[in-house]
């Protein structure tokens, strides 16, 4: 079975476009014109990915992004923004929302379609230990679950594969050129600010690791090994 996903933009002949070049790799496309559409189709079917458009009219696509991270069953979709909006602050807000890539408009079909199988290679699940324990913090690899105290906290899918790669080297350094490489994969287009905004969206949803994150100066980050 091909995987499913989803396209959201208003402008069709684009929509077109983006899911001639899908197919041609593989995938089944899914176009819809605005966000209410998107929301109705993510509720009845699983799908594998969102490429979402940010301008749109009614609900635009930050709405939609902010709507999907808020609930537990598509907090973990991965969403990647293709607009026309390329100032450095809209690409922050984005990823500060939850949106896991930003391709902006025009764009090359080939970046798009590498960017979006290097997503889908991120959220693969990789051959490596079943859970991972610190304090009262569980990552469930197998579940793809990770909860505080027994609280599930719903995470996207690159901050559990950060958290993951925290978790696996805890005492150790991690440079975030090895985190944007780790996470992201080599064939990632960002700059390694993406990091940061995923660490300190990391903080602010599990509290514990506020402090437990230790930013290395000029470096990067690590996980401190006290218990």
Known sequence: MPQKILV???????????????????????????????????????????????MMPGEDGLQVCRKLRAKE???S????????????????VGLELGADDYVTKPF???????????????TERK???SSYA??????????HEVRLSEKKIPLTAKEFSLLEQLLKSRG??????????????????????????????LREKIPLLEEAIETVPLLGYKLTDED
């Open 8 to 54: 959201v933009d208003d402008e069709a002949d684009l929509s077109k476009l983006v899911a001639h070049h899908l197919q041609k790799e593989g995938f089944e496309p899914l176009c819809v014109a605005n966000g209410a559409e998107a929301l109705k189709i993510i509720a009845k079917q699983p799908v594998a990915l969102v490429i979402l458009d940010v």
């Open 73 to 75: 069953e598509t907090a």
């Open 77 to 92: 979709i991965p969403i990647l923004f293709l607009t026309a909006k390329d100032e450095e602050s809209d690409k922050i």
């Open 108 to 122: 090359s079909p080939k970046e798009l379609m590498a960017r979006v199988k290097a997503l889908l290679r991120r």
């Open 127 to 129: 051959e490596s230990a």
């Open 134 to 143: 610190y304090r009262d913090l569980v990552l469930d690899v197998v579940r």
């Open 172 to 201: 150790i350094v991690l440079t975030r050129d090895h985190l944007l490489n780790t996470v992201w994969g080599y064939d990632y287009f960002g700059t390694t600010r993406t990091v940061d905004v995923h660490i300190r969206r």
